[in-house]
C-alpha cells in the first residue's frame, strides 16, 4: 500500500522535472525578444483599454510609444499630463503637453424647449432609432435619449438625466476619452478644453436647419442669426450651416455671447451664479446657466 | 419554411374605393422612391397642370415625378415627411382641377397596346412609376433586364398578407380587367409566354373576379397561394409559384424571375394605355376602433391629417399609433402633416392597447423565432451578437438575408425586440462593407 503510493508520488514526480527541463529549454529557444521597456510603460498607463488614444489597448499605446520613441501624435486622455509626464521620462523625451479637455453635449431638449411629439417605444438603442426617424422631439438632430453614449462610457462619467432625457457628464470623472463621441450617432457629443478655472462657454445645440424651422423644432435651438459673431471680441465664433460654433482655442469665455443669443442656445458651464443681472435680458438670463447645469455639469 | 399567421382583420373589405377630394395646398415630395431624389424642374410662380412632370430622374436610381394637382408653384423647398426626416418638396397652391391634354380620363378600357418592349419601359419611366407592394422600387430599371440575364416568369403580387390592408383586393374587385391589360402589358415588355398571379387563398371574391376575367387574356394564370404570413414576400412567392429558390445574396431575376405587384400593374395599364402619370394611391383607411373603413383614390401629397379629417373627422382618443402599411412591416407616422408618397398602402390606426409593446423579458431558447423565420435565419443568434457587437459574424450567418418581415418579433413569447436588433445589425453590417470598400 505504502509502496503503491511511492511510486506513484515518484513517476509524477520525476515526470514533472522531465517536463519542466522540456519546457525550459523550449521557453529558451523560441524566446520573443521583446523590448522591457514596453512593459514599463504598460504598468504606468492606467490600463483602462479605453481605446480613447485609437490604439487597440492600453499595451498597444506602450508599444507604440516605445516603437516610435516620442509622444508626439500619441496622448493617453484619461491619463492626462501626469501620465504623459511619467512615460515621456521612461522614453527619455520631451512631454507632449496637452490642454486637459472634456465632453460636452450638445443639446438642450429640456421640457419647455422642444416638447415630445412622439413616443418611441422600440430597441433603446440611438444608432437604431436614429435610422428610423427624427427621435421623440422632433428634432432631426437632437438627442436621441436612448443612452448609447452611457454604455459606451469605461469611467461612470456619462449619465442621462431622467428630467430632460439629454445625458449629463460629470466633469471630474470624464477622462476625455472621446468613446462617448464615437458613440453618438448624431455627433452631439464634442470634446472642448476644460477652460480657466474649468469655466466654458459653447454652443449647446448642433441643428443645422434653417432659422425659421428650427425655431418650429425646438425653443432653444441655434437659429444661426449671427448675433453671437458680431459681438464676440476674439472673433472665435464662426456659423455655418445656420449654425453658430464657437472655437475653444479663442474663446476667453467672456460671456458677451451668452447674454446676446435670443434663444439662449449658448451655455456657460462653471461661473459662479451672477451677482447682478445683465441689463440686456432680464427676464430669461437667469435661464441659460441653469440650463447649463443640468446639460453639462 | 416559416411563417406566422396574424389576425387578418381586413376589416375595410367591402368598403368601395372613393375618390378623395384635393385640399388646398399640395406638397410633392422628391423623393418618393428607393433611390436619390428627382431634381425639380419647375420654378417659383410656374403654373402647372394635374400630370405635369415637375421632378426629373437625373440619376440612376430614381423616378420622375409628376404634379398631382392643379395650380401654381408657391416654392421649391424641404418638408418633414412621415418620418421628420427633411426632403426635397415642390409646394403647390391648388387652383382648380386643370389636367394635361394628353391623358385620357374617359372611363373606357383601352385593351390594344402597339407599343415595342423597349418604348414600354420607356414610358413607364417618362410616367414615374415605381413598385407598389411598399419599395418603391422604380419599375423601369426592374423592366429593363440586364445582359446575360433572362426572364422566365413574370409573377404578379396579390396575396396581401399583411393584416388590415384591403386596397389591393378591392382594386382586383373593381378593376380586374385594367388589371389584366396592365399584365399583358409587363409581360410583353418582359417577353416571357405567362405570367403568374399569385391571391391568397382568404379572398375566394378576388381570385373568383380574377379568374373569370384572365381566361379571356392569354397567358395569365391565377394561383391560390395557402395563407400564411409573409407569402406576399419576394421570395417566397417565387418558392410558391416556380419552385425555385433565390440564393442567398441573389436577385429574382437571377432565377428567371420579376415579380411586381398588383397595384403596380393597375398603375402600368393607366400610364401606357391613359397616359396617367403615377399620381394617386389607392389608401386603405382602416382600424378596430374607427366608426367607418374607407378605401380611398387619394392624389399623391394629401396629408395624413387631411386624409383622417375627410375620412373620419378626428382620431379616437384612445389612438396609440398611426401606421403607414401594414401591421407587420409598417411604419409607424411620427408626423401626421406630412404629404403620403408613392407606396402608400394605408392609414391604419392602431388602439394604445394593441399598439403597447410587452416588456422584454430574457430569451428561453425556445427557437420559435427560427421556426418562424421565412429565411430559415436565427434571430435570437443576432439579438445576442448585435448586442455584443460582433458584427463580422452576424454577416457570416447572413444577417443581410432578413427580409424584415417581423415574424421573429411576432412569435417571441419574450417579447423581444428581435427585429429592431437585427435591422440595427444590418445597418453595422452595411456601414463596415462600405467602410472596406
Known amino acids: 500500500m505504502t509502496n503503491d503510493i511511492l511510486i506513484a508520488v515518484a513517476v509524477l514526480g520525476a515526470l514533472g522535472i522531465l517536463f519542466a527541463v522540456v519546457l525550459f529549454i523550449v521557453a529558451q529557444k523560441f524566446k520573443v525578444e521583446e523590448n522591457p521597456l514596453i512593459d514599463e510603460v504598460a504598468d504606468v498607463l492606467p490600463g483602462a483599454n479605453c481605446g480613447g488614444c485609437g490604439k487597440a489597448g492600453c499595451r498597444a499605446f506602450a508599444e507604440a510609444c516605445v516603437q516610435q520613441g516620442n509622444m508626439e501624435g500619441l496622448r493617453c486622455a484619461p491619463g492626462g499630463d501626469a501620465v504623459a509626464a511619467k512615460v515621456a521620462e521612461l522614453l527619455g523625451c520631451a512631454v507632449a503637453q496637452g490642454e486637459p479637455q472634456v465632453a460636452v453635449v450638445r443639446c438642450n431638449p429640456s421640457c419647455k424647449g422642444a416638447s415630445r411629439r412622439s413616443n418611441y417605444d422600440g430597441l433603446r438603442s440611438c444608432a437604431f432609432q436614429n435610422t428610423v426617424y427624427t427621435g421623440e422631439s422632433g428634432c432631426p438632430f437632437g438627442c436621441l435619449g436612448c443612452g448609447d453614449c452611457v454604455a459606451a462610457c469605461q469611467f461612470d462619467a456619462i449619465k442621462m438625466d431622467p428630467e430632460t432625457g439629454v445625458p449629463v457628464v460629470d466633469a471630474d470623472r470624464c477622462t476625455a476619452c472621446g468613446a462617448c463621441a464615437k458613440a453618438c450617432p448624431r455627433r452631439i457629443i464634442e470634446l472642448r478644453n476644460k477652460g480657466r478655472k474649468d469655466r466654458r462657454v459653447f454652443v449647446s445645440c448642433v441643428n443645422k436647419e434653417k432659422g425659421a424651422q428650427a425655431r418650429k423644432t425646438c425653443d432653444n435651438a441655434c437659429i444661426g442669426c449671427g448675433k453671437c459673431e458680431k459681438v464676440c471680441p476674439m ?49 430669461p438670463a437667469p435661464a441659460a446657466p441653469q440650463a447649463a447645469k443640468t446639460t453639462a455639469e | 419554411m416559416g411563417g406566422v399567421h396574424p389576425e387578418e382583420n381586413k376589416i375595410s373589405n367591402d368598403a368601395a374605393i372613393e375618390v378623395m377630394p384635393v385640399g388646398k395646398q399640395m406638397v410633392v415630395l422628391m423623393n418618393q422612391h428607393l433611390g436619390a431624389p428627382a431634381t425639380p424642374v419647375v420654378q417659383k410662380g410656374d403654373k402647372v397642370k394635374v400630370g405635369q412632370l415637375i421632378g426629373e430622374a437625373q440619376a440612376f436610381m430614381c423616378a420622375n415625378v409628376h404634379s398631382p394637382v392643379s395650380g401654381t408653384v408657391l416654392k421649391i423647398d424641404t418638408c418633414k415627411d412621415a418620418f421628420g426626416i427633411s426632403k426635397p418638396a415642390v409646394y403647390i397652391n391648388v387652383e382648380g382641377d386643370e389636367w394635361l391634354e394628353t391623358i385620357d380620363r374617359t372611363p373606357d378600357i383601352k385593351r390594344e397596346c402597339t407599343l415595342e418592349p423597349k418604348e414600354i419601359v420607356a414610358k413607364l419611366k417618362e410616367m414615374g412609376i415605381v413598385g407598389l407592394g411598399g419599395a418603391t422600387f422604380p419599375a423601369h430599371i426592374k423592366y429593363s433586364i440586364p445582359e446575360g440575364k433572362k426572364a422566365e416568369y413574370l409573377i404578379i403580387n396579390a396575396a396581401e398578407c399583411e393584416p388590415y390592408l384591403t386596397s389591393d383586393l378591392r382594386v382586383m374587385l373593381e378593376h380586374a380587367e385594367e388589371i389584366c391589360i396592365g399584365i399583358s402589358i409587363l409581360r410583353k415588355a418582359l417577353g416571357v409566354p405567362a405570367a403568374y398571379v399569385g391571391i391568397e387563398s382568404n379572398k375566394p371574391q378576388a381570385i373568383k373576379v380574377m379568374t373569370e376575367t384572365a381566361s379571356r387574356f392569354e397567358g395569365i394564370v391565377i394561383e391560390p397561394l395557402k395563407v400564411k404570413y409573409p407569402q406576399g414576400a419576394e421570395k417566397q412567392l417565387i418558392n410558391a409559384i416556380t419552385g425555385r429558390k433565390v440564393p442567398s445574396g441573389k436577385l429574382p431575376i437571377d432565377v428567371g424571375c420579376v415579380v411586381s405587384n398588383v397595384g403596380t400593374t393597375f398603375a402600368v395599364y393607366e400610364a401606357i394605355q391613359k397616359n396617367k402619370p403615377l399620381i394617386e394611391n389607392i389608401l386603405t383607411v382602416t382600424g378596430k376602433e374607427l366608426p367607418s373603413q374607407h378605401n380611398y383614390i387619394v392624389r399623391i401629397g394629401t396629408t395624413y391629417n387631411e386624409i383622417i379629417a375627410h375620412s373620419i373627422g378626428q382620431l379616437p382618443e384612445t389612438t396609440g399609433k398611426v401606421i403607414s402599411g401594414g401591421t407587420m412591416m409598417g411604419k409607424a407616422v411620427a408626423n401626421l402633416d406630412a404629404p403620403t408618397v408613392k407606396g402608400n398602402a394605408s392609414v391604419l390606426v392602431i388602439g394604445e392597447k394593441e399598439a403597447r409593446r410587452n416588456p422584454e423579458t430574457a430569451c428561453i431558447r425556445c427557437g420559435k423565432c427560427m421556426n418562424a423565420c421565412p429565411m430559415g435565419l436565427e434571430p435570437y443568434l443576432f439579438s445576442a451578437l448585435v448586442k455584443n457587437g460582433r458584427t463580422d459574424e452576424s454577416r457570416q450567418h447572413n444577417i443581410l438575408d432578413c427580409i424584415e418581415c417581423g415574424c421573429c418579433y411576432f412569435s417571441c413569447p419574450a417579447n423581444k425586440p428581435l427585429l429592431d436588433e437585427i435591422r440595427l445589425g444590418k445597418n453595422r453590417v452595411r456601414a463596415a462593407m462600405a467602410a472596406k470598400k
Open chain 1, 235 to 283: 472673433g472665435a465664433i464662426t456659423i455655418a450651416d445656420n449654425l453658430s460654433y464657437i472655437d475653444f482655442t479663442k474663446c476667453i469665455a467672456c460671456r458677451k455671447c451668452v447674454v446676446e443669443c435670443p434663444t439662449h442656445a449658448i451655455h456657460d458651464v462653471g461661473f459662479p451664479a451672477p451677482a447682478k443681472k445683465p441689463e440686456a435680458a432680464p427676464a
